[in-house]
């Protein structure tokens, strides 16, 4: 069982672990640590990379209670190394989730619907919702996120206990096995979910919704947060 840091602190970026297997993959090699701040691709969001005892870190993933580091080159088993996560991408990771989540707050405040579908791309994020939202609603919307956002209110995190939970209102409220973890936006929004978040709205900067189609019976949303909106 893999030691989740990054649950701990989401701005850490380094970190010492040891190697406890490494096994040769096609063209790359896994890695199973003891501890790690590496956060798998879930949920809609990409792994994080980096370097991990001198080799690349390519991709992220869960394999039952383990996380698996897939690597450009091999580490020995038993080894103790440093590793760290490009902090970069995580940030721009999290500035994009946390501006998603706020949308999709309010959004869902708004027209009673469900987040039903949540991609995380190179180029844009995508949110697929199951109602109809007519594009001249759009600005009002991108408005009330970006309120929320200049706030800086802080983002809580919590697990609650299974009978709060199901006294909770909560976006992506469906059976989850284990403990669930709760993100909240004071105002806004109350999801669960798993990724990592800012602190603080503030951070997230600016949120600009990029373009709205039909699909399957609903629309897609697509959106950028922080520094690629800025961009």
């Known amino acids: ?55 690349r870190v390519l991709d992220v993933h869960e394999r039952g209670e383990d996380i698996v580091h897939t ?11 440093e590793g760290e996560i490009d902090w970069e991408h995580r940030f721009d990771l999290m500035q994009n989730h946390s501006g998603e989540h706020i949308l999709s707050g309010v959004i869902c405040g708004r027209y009673g619907c469900d987040n039903v579908g949540f ?4 180029e844009s994020i995508t949110i697929d919702l199951n109602t109809k939202i007519p594009a001249e609603d759009l600005p009002y919307l991108e408005e009330k996120a970006n309120e929320a956002i200049w706030k800086n209110v802080p983002v809580g995190i919590r697990y609650p206990s299974k009978e709060e ?3 909770l209102e909560y976006r992506s409220k469906k059976e989850l096995e284990g403990q669930v973890r709760i993100v909240t936006i004071p105002g806004v929004d109350v999801c669960a979910c798993c990724a990592p978040h800012v602190k603080k709205t503030g951070e997230i900067g600016m949120l600009n919704v ?8 609903g629309v897609r949303i697509s959106i950028l947060s922080g520094f690629r909106a800025l961009e």
């Open 1 to 55: 069982m893999t030691e989740k840091l990054y649950y701990r602190d989401a701005y850490a970026t380094k970190f010492t672990a040891r190697v406890l297997d490494c096994t040769e993959e096609k063209k790359h090699w896994t890695v199973i640590l003891n501890r790690t701040l590496f956060y798998p691709e879930g949920g809609g969001q990409p792994a994080d990379i980096g370097v991990l005892g001198g080799v």
């Open 71 to 81: 690597t450009d080159k091999p580490l020995p088993a038993g080894a103790e190394g």
């Open 119 to 122: 991609h995380m791309g190179k």
């Open 165 to 167: 939970l199901a006294k």
């Open 210 to 217: 990029q373009s709205l189609s039909n699909y399957k019976g």
